[in-house]
């Protein structure tokens, strides 16, 4: 994991164009090698199982000339509670995020989307009755960002390179994972950077925009119907010829990984991040 | 257990009605691509929703001017608090007219209520007269769509029901001469009921009209034919006047079809005058049942529901259970929140608001903007505090005072990674790297058809704090 | 609204407006999306000759109008008809209906039961909007007529396994001809 300890300044690329719209003002002139302040938001089921996708997230950010902190006190934003219909207990793990992120005014960036979503809108509800703490959520949500969505439209890179970690000319599926899609409404930012990749080719697959059935405890309570659904995902994938699944959800990556190795099928599963990584790097 | 609901939702994949219901929905998908071209949907929707919600803020005052405005034009109107007393008016007025046999056009309100069942024992005929309703009736079967309700049976099902109602063989490819069956059956009953009942769309309090939206014809006819047409309606249906009810009869057909109108739209005022051959008497029931007491909740907005269907088609759920498995009259992602909404406290219908992976696909299709997945994790958080799962209740609230704090978040992350690994490992099976086949409790329901993520030895905070912190 | 009051019009046009088309044309496209059928006639004496030929033989019920007099050879009953003869009195462009109200002389089953329908329309009735075409139906006066129709092209369903099948309760051939001054 090369990038993840390469010193920052070998790996700064000039920050120069600014967003093209939402998220913190975060301008710096064209031409000059200085640093967009970020935190990372590395999320739990990243930290816990996808560790790497966090490495290469730090990777990314930084050969984009960002300088990446990681707020120690950082745990969970809370949403699996909140969907599973316990709101009291998200809040008092949601404050925690909100502690450890409003701390700074600099932008939150996390490698999922879902997280986002849940700290833009989540919070909305889950600090409906305390206007005090609302204000902050909004303060914190109106500068957490995806990583694509910070990528593409707060630092205005439309494609940041990359090459496909495995064998050249793969044909890819991407899975739009619902909360980055229809929660956030960031369709384009995720293709727009799998447009700059090297290696491997997009498939067009019949409803991309579908659930894979993962939806956090659902995946656990109505596994039958869940794994249903992943199915139907996989075999959509497999029929428009991909060799190869690319999300931004590692809550999908490993539902639909899972259920694609308990199938025995021929199929890799990716995020999205571990395709921006310039050659050689992996 | 009321009408409402028949039995808890059952939370498994139906093969046999998933292919159909696939079908059904790439169909919708297509038609709802179509229908962004020709309006600006977006601006569409927040109007539908606008003219919805100011229905809602201002009921009482809009079904007392409906009211009125339906009276001075000659109609009667009921009023039913519960389901049995809707069903109990409207037996009473087929009784009283000595009604023996009653047309009966599509309507999910009389499914609510039960009301072919409180004819027949009332010994009323009543037949459905929708062509889906009418296979779903002779099967003894129930509806599992809003729209559609046949669409969960095939066609070679619908060949050989026909083949034994008629003593004649048909061909399931031949569909034209299976719905020619039913229009001949039909068209003698049409001619000879006494009474027609429908639902109503909307009904328009500026003039006391009702809007009736369909593509058979057996709507139109029902209303038409009868000497008595009896109107049942939930009280929300009402709408203030006929700027906002145009604008939503192209809404309903652009979300329900994807084009702005369908292929019957009747507006009835009143019963038949000024030489309208139309019928007699019209007598519109008002029913409440539940609806009044949702307003001023935070799940009032899921009384904007125009009835589209379109959630039940864009729900990856519902395509996969199909409506019956719902257990209630209103399936799909609007039942899964209207039905424990109305019902408020049901230990049947608390289980509903899990048929769903929260994936936001109905919220996007509702043509009113109702926040469905946002009502379905209200409605998940109102069960929890109601007849809470002591289990679940204790897991969560040990996640809560462990992640609420760094220490505690680290120390779980410890033991998932070294403590609980070991064991993990032993009672998994390896499959790849970073993989295991088979879960201990409570992971081992993902287990059972999917491998699983093994915790990280060293999560990512780890080699962060080791690396440069 | 008082009793005396004339009807409010509506307002909002729906669709997109179709550039280079007028409004029968626009209204025409989309009614033969629809799967029904349009013809245009110079005249009203154009268009009962056009109705005329298309009846032929065939049995028909029909409203009491005198624009509708001597087209048909033979009438029957509305069940036993085999065509609907009737005039609307609007037709929309933005969603291709066509309606009317139902009143004296204006039997309901004589406009819905025969399989095959026959419909004349003035190219005056042909409006922009749903909601213009609601005005000029009167569904905004005090009180408005106790039966309004709109339909858009033949009665259909999908409730077989999604296949679509025209003509169901109510016509399963609509024949709209559409006379008028042509500029």
């Known amino acids: ?282 | 257990m009321s009408h409402r609901v028949l039995h808890p939702p059952r939370a498994e994949p139906a093969p046999a009605i998933t292919v159909n219901l696939h079908r059904a929905a790439g169909n919708w998908a297509a038609k709802r691509a179509g229908a962004r071209q020709l309006v600006d949907w977006e601006a569409w929707r927040e109007e539908a929703r606008r003219v919805r919600a100011d229905a809602v803020a201002h009921l009482p005052e809009l079904i007392e001017r409906l009211e009125e405005r339906v009276r001075a034009a000659g109609g009667e109107v009921h009023h039913a608090a519960t389901a049995e007393e809707a069903a109990a008016i409207i037996v009473g007025l087929c009784g009283a007219r000595g009604a023996s046999s009653v047309a009966k056009a599509k309507s999910m309100t009389a499914e609510e209520i039960g009301l072919n069942e409180a004819l027949e024992l009332a010994g009323v005929e009543a037949v459905e007269t929708d062509l889906g309703e009418y296979i779903v009736q002779q099967l003894g079967d129930r509806p599992s769509h809003i729209l559609a309700p046949a669409v969960h049976l095939s066609a070679a099902q619908v060949a050989e029901l026909f083949g034994r109602l008629s003593g004649e063989a048909f061909d399931p490819e031949d569909t034209a001469a299976l719905v020619a069956y039913a229009r001949g059956v039909l068209r003698e009953r049409f001619l000879t009921a006494d009474v027609g009942i429908t639902g109503v769309n909307m009904a328009v309090a500026q003039t006391g009209s009702l809007v009736l939206i369909e593509s058979e014809g057996n709507i139109r006819l029902s209303a038409s034919l009868p000497r008595t047409h009896i109107a049942l309606m939930g009280i929300e249906k009402v709408v203030r006047d006929w700027t906002g009810a145009a604008h939503l009869m192209q809404m309903l057909p652009l979300a329900s079809h994807g084009r702005p109108a369908a292929a019957s739209t009747s507006v009835v005022t009143g019963p038949a005058r000024d030489g309208d051959d139309g019928p007699g008497e019209l007598h519109v029931v008002l029913l409440d049942a539940g609806r009044s007491a949702v307003r001023g909740t935070d799940l009032e907005e899921a009384l904007q529901c125009i009835r589209c269907g379109a959630c039940l088609y864009a729900c990856p759920v519902y395509r996969q259970v199909g409506g019956h498995a719902y257990g209630s009259s209103y399936s799909g992602p609007i039942g899964a929140v209207i039905t424990p909404a109305l019902e408020r406290s049901s230990p049947e219908t608390a289980q509903l608001p899990w048929m769903s992976s929260l994936c936001g696909a109905c919220a996007e299709a509702c043509p009113v903007k109702i926040p469905l997945d946002d009502q379905l994790v209200t409605l998940r958080a109102a069960a929890q505090a109601r007849d809470p799962h002591r289990g679940e209740a204790a897991l969560f609230e040990a996640w809560a005072r462990l992640w609420s704090r760094p220490a505690g978040y680290r120390a779980t992350a410890r033991t998932a990674g070294k403590a609980l690994g070991p064991l993990w490992r032993k009672a998994a099976r390896a499959s790849g790297e970073g993989w295991t086949a088979r879960a201990p409790f409570p992971f081992d329901g993902w287990t059972s058809t999917r491998d699983v993520r093994s915790p990280a030895g060293e999560p990512f905070h780890e080699r962060w704090r080791k690396r440069r912190g | ?183």
């Open chain 3, 1 to 183: 609204m008082d009793e005396a009051s004339p009807p409010a019009p509506l307002e909002g046009r729906a669709a997109q407006p179709r550039p280079g088309l007028d409004l029968v044309d626009e209204w025409r496209a989309r009614w033969e999306e629809l799967d029904g059928r349009a013809y245009r006639a110079e005249s009203l004496e154009e268009a009962r000759a056009m109705a005329r030929e298309m009846i032929g033989a065939a049995t028909v019920a029909r409203w009491n109008d005198a624009r509708l007099e001597d087209i048909a050879q033979a009438r029957a009953p509305a069940p036993e008809a085999e065509v609907s003869l009737l005039v609307a009195d609007v037709a929309v462009a933005d969603t291709g209906q066509v309606g009317w109200a139902h009143g004296a002389g204006r039997p309901r089953g004589a406009g819905v039961l025969p399989s095959r329908q026959v419909i004349l329309l003035c190219e005056d009735g042909v409006v922009a909007s749903l909601a213009d075409a609601l005005t000029r139906l009167g569904a905004t006066a005090a009180p408005p007529p106790s039966s309004l129709v709109l339909i858009a092209g033949p009665s259909r369903t999908a409730d077989i396994e999604q296949r679509v099948i025209r003509g169901v309760h109510a016509p399963r051939e609509i024949d709209v001809i559409v006379y008028g001054g042509i500029a």
């Open chain 1, 1 to 282: 994991m090369s990038g993840f300890f390469a010193p920052f300044a070998a790996n700064c690329e000039a920050f120069g164009e600014t967003r093209r719209r939402g998220g913190a003002a975060v301008r710096a002139p064209v031409g000059t090698v200085r640093a967009v302040r970020v935190q990372l938001f590395v999320t739990c089921l990243v930290d816990l199982l996808y560790p790497k996708v966090g490495e290469r997230t730090v990777a990314l950010l930084e050969r984009l000339g960002c300088d990446v902190a990681f707020p120690a006190g950082q745990t969970c934003c809370g949403q699996p509670a909140l969907n599973s219909g316990y709101p009291e207990q998200a809040r008092r793990v949601a404050d925690r995020f909100l502690d450890t992120f409003a701390a700074s005014s600099d932008p939150v960036v996390a490698p999922f989307g879902s997280c986002v979503h849940m700290v833009r809108h989540g919070y909305e509800r889950l600090y409906a009755d305390d206007p005090g703490r609302l204000a902050v959520a909004r303060e914190v949500g109106g500068r957490t960002h995806s990583l694509p969505g910070f990528v593409v439209e707060v630092l205005g890179r439309e494609e940041v390179g990359g090459r496909y970690p495995g064998e050249a000319g793969t044909p890819v599926a991407y899975h739009h994972e619902c909360h980055m899609l229809r929660g956030l409404g960031e369709a384009a930012p995720p293709l727009s950077l799998l447009g700059g990749v090297q290696g491997c080719t997009l498939v067009e697959t019949e409803r991309a925009d579908q659930c894979c059935g993962f939806g956090g405890t659902f995946a656990l309570k109505l596994a039958q119907v869940s794994t249903a659904m992943a199915d139907e995902k996989l075999d959509r994938a497999i029929a428009a010829g991909a060799r190869a699944i690319v999300s931004t959800d590692v809550g999908c990556l490993m539902h639909l990984d899972g259920r694609a190795r308990r199938r025995g099928l021929d199929l890799e599963v990716h995020h999205l991040v571990d395709l921006l990584e310039p050659e050689g790097s992996l």
